[in-house]
């Protein structure tokens, strides 16, 4: 028994030395594959990394704007012809014959005065005149008898040339007397109140009894006339915006109160000066208001098709960069690198600007940009997320 125990030994030694070999490979084995395994993930990881290191982003091209472009501005209305009328004589308001809103005629009358002192003062100028008038009939007969002894040697030249200027000094009285008589009567006619011109009394600021100062402009007014038939638009147009409004322009405005209903203007003259304050020019239209359905001060809505001129380029307002040193933005040439490029702006439409110079109609824009945007970096241009400029100009309103 123990000759068969010798001899089975050597063999299951072998046999164990076969298991631990196969084992051991598939222990290497093992550890080969993990680290095969974490090496690719570690090198998937880090161009994952690179990848995400750069920048996506989507691009926009510059288009030509439309041939013409809407503004839009603020604008006020105001009557063709508005007169205030002052009283040129002092007194008391006797009566008044129009109250606001009255349709009027030119030389219709509005109002009268009471003037006492002033008729009194004509009275006294006429009695003045009419004792002038005698003085003078009196020296020119007095000249004629003394030309008449002077023929005759009665009396000498000296006296007869006395009294032929007695007679011009009391004709010069009597010119002098009527001029007065004159000038009292105007006055006179200014008791009357009247209208300048056909229109519609806008305001009456006195009542009867009131006593009323000669004014010339400086007291208040008594009465305003306005002849709304025709009225007048101001609006202030911005100085980028000021080359094209040329003789000839028209204009639609529209009112809050009437919704969905225009009226047309003409361009009557501007200042031909830019305000300081506002940089803006003032430009005056001519409003046909026949009908009556606008009201002198109202405000209003003004829109203009300006004609656009020059090569300027229409990208979105989105793909600017402000920097420190001068309007920037970002292109990206064939190889997906950045470069940066001062741009100049013609026109601010709000959502979308007119560039004039800096950029080209086939550069590709970063709409977008980050902050961090350098000169020469690598982006990833995103195709699926390639916007384009509205061929068609946006409307721009100026508050």
């Given at each position: 028994?123990?000759?068969?125990?010798?001899?089975?030994?050597?063999?299951?030694?072998?046999?164990?030395?076969?298991?631990?070999?196969?084992?051991?490979?598939?222990?290497?084995?093992?550890?080969?594959?993990?680290?095969?395994?974490?090496?690719?993930?570690?090198?998937?990881?880090?161009?994952?990394?690179?990848?995400?290191?750069?920048?996506?982003?989507?691009?926009?091209?510059?288009?030509?704007?439309?041939?013409?472009?809407?503004?839009?501005?603020?604008?006020?209305?105001?009557?063709?012809?508005?007169?205030?009328?002052?009283?040129?004589?002092?007194?008391?308001?006797?009566?008044?014959?129009?109250?606001?809103?009255?349709?009027?005629?030119?030389?219709?009358?509005?109002?009268?005065?009471?003037?006492?002192?002033?008729?009194?003062?004509?009275?006294?100028?006429?009695?003045?005149?009419?004792?002038?008038?005698?003085?003078?009939?009196?020296?020119?007969?007095?000249?004629?008898?003394?030309?008449?002894?002077?023929?005759?040697?009665?009396?000498?030249?000296?006296?007869?040339?006395?009294?032929?200027?007695?007679?011009?000094?009391?004709?010069?009285?009597?010119?002098?007397?009527?001029?007065?008589?004159?000038?009292?009567?105007?006055?006179?006619?200014?008791?009357?109140?009247?209208?300048?011109?056909?229109?519609?009394?806008?305001?009456?600021?006195?009542?009867?009894?009131a006593l009323i100062d000669a004014g010339g402009g400086t007291?208040?007014?008594?009465?305003?006339?306005?002849?709304?038939?025709?009225?007048?638009?101001?609006?202030?147009?911005?100085?980028?915006?000021?080359?094209?409004?040329?003789?000839?322009?028209?204009?639609?405005?529209?009112?809050p109160e009437r919704p969905g209903m225009t009226f047309d203007?003409?361009?009557?003259?501007?200042?031909?000066?830019?305000?300081?304050?506002?940089?803006?020019?003032?430009?005056?239209?001519?409003?046909?208001?026949?009908?009556?359905?606008?009201?002198?001060?109202?405000?209003?809505?003004?829109?203009?098709?300006?004609?656009?001129?020059?090569?300027?380029?229409?990208?979105?307002?989105?793909?600017?960069?402000?920097?420190t040193s001068n309007m920037q933005v970002a292109v990206i040439?064939?190889?997906?690198?950045?470069?940066?490029?001062?741009?100049?702006?013609?026109?601010?439409?709000?959502?979308?600007?007119?560039?004039?110079?800096?950029?080209?109609?086939?550069?590709?824009?970063?709409?977008?940009?980050?902050?961090?945007?350098?000169?020469?970096?690598?982006?990833?241009?995103?195709?699926?997320?390639?916007?384009?400029?509205?061929?068609?100009?946006?409307?721009?309103?100026?508050?």
């Amino acid at each position: 028994m123990s000759t068969e125990i010798e001899i089975n030994s050597p063999k299951r030694l072998r046999h164990l030395k076969l298991v631990s070999v196969i084992i051991a490979l598939i222990a290497a084995g093992v550890v080969t594959n993990g680290i095969i395994s974490r090496s690719r993930a570690e090198r998937e990881l880090t161009t994952w990394t690179d990848a995400q290191a750069v920048p996506t982003v989507a691009t926009v091209t510059p288009k030509l704007p439309a041939a013409e472009q809407s503004l839009e501005l603020p604008g006020q209305l105001a009557a063709f012809v508005n007169a205030p009328i002052y009283a040129r004589v002092s007194g008391y308001l006797q009566t008044w014959y129009a109250d606001i809103g009255t349709h009027v005629k030119a030389g219709q009358l509005l109002g009268l005065i009471d003037t006492p002192d002033l008729d009194q003062q004509l009275q006294q100028a006429r009695a003045d005149l009419a004792n002038t008038v005698a003085n003078e009939k009196l020296a020119a007969t007095t000249a004629q008898r003394w030309t008449q002894m002077l023929k005759q040697d009665s009396v000498s030249q000296q006296d007869a040339d006395e009294k032929t200027s007695d007679l011009v000094a009391k004709q010069a009285t009597v010119d002098a007397s009527r001029a007065n008589v004159a000038r009292l009567e105007a006055l006179e006619s200014f008791k009357r109140i009247t209208a300048p011109f056909d229109g519609i009394v806008t305001a009456r600021k006195t009542d009867i009894g009131a006593l009323i100062d000669a004014g010339g402009g400086t007291g208040p007014e008594l009465f305003a006339v306005s002849d709304a038939r025709r009225l007048r638009l101001y609006v202030n147009v911005p100085q980028s915006d000021a080359a094209a409004i040329k003789p000839g322009l028209t204009a639609k405005l529209t009112v809050p109160e009437r919704p969905g209903m225009t009226f047309d203007a003409k361009l009557v003259d501007t200042d031909d000066a830019i305000t300081p304050a506002s940089g803006t020019l003032l430009v005056q239209l001519s409003v046909d208001n026949a009908s009556g359905l606008l009201l002198p001060g109202e405000y209003t809505q003004v829109h203009f098709a300006l004609p656009n001129t020059g090569s300027a380029l229409l990208v979105p307002a989105s793909t600017l960069i402000f920097r420190t040193s001068n309007m920037q933005v970002a292109v990206i040439d064939p190889n997906n690198h950045v470069h940066l490029k001062d741009v100049k702006i013609a026109t601010d439409l709000g959502t979308h600007v007119l560039i004039a110079s800096g950029l080209s109609a086939s550069d590709r824009i970063i709409d977008n940009p980050p902050d961090s945007l350098a000169e020469g970096e690598l982006v990833r241009h995103a195709a699926t997320a390639v916007a384009t400029a509205a061929t068609g100009q946006p409307e721009r309103e100026h508050g």
